[in-house]
């Protein structure tokens, strides 16, 4: 299994903005898929974005669509999520993953993807 790191969270007013950074202990496999989850005390984990490694696909939940967008970097080791135009009710813990099947067969289902990492607080005050 890979080892992910995430960073970049915070607190942000409404409005603002945060780009997450997740670290890969190695490079993700063309193919594999990758994500950006969410949770709330009390409520299950969320998908927010996936991505295709070298696949050039993305998929967006409809709450996020078109204020997200989920990237890597060239050597496929880190994972972006960069997230304006930020809401209140955005505020969880936000967790990188992967491992999540070949060519995103489940984009947003958490029992799909084999690796997670620690999870980092976002916070969006109004």
């Known amino acids: 299994q890979v080892q992910l790191v995430e960073s970049g969270g915070g607190s942000v007013q409404a409005g603002g903005s945060l780009r997450l950074s997740c670290a890969a202990s190695r490079y993700t496999y063309n193919g594999d898929c990758m994500g950006w989850f969410r949770q709330v005390p009390g409520k299950e984990r969320e998908g927010v974005a996936s991505?295709?490694?070298?696949?050039?696909?993305?998929y967006y939940s409809d709450s996020v669509k078109g204020r997200f967008t989920i990237s890597q970097d060239n050597f496929k080791i880190t994972l972006y999520l960069q997230m304006n135009s930020l809401k209140p009710e955005y505020t969880a813990m936000f967790y990188c993953a992967a491992g999540g099947g070949w060519y995103c067969p489940r984009p947003f289902d958490a029992a799909s993807f084999g690796s997670w990492g620690q999870g980092i607080q976002v916070t969006v005050s109004s």
């Open positions: 991505i295709v490694t070298s696949g050039g696909i993305t």
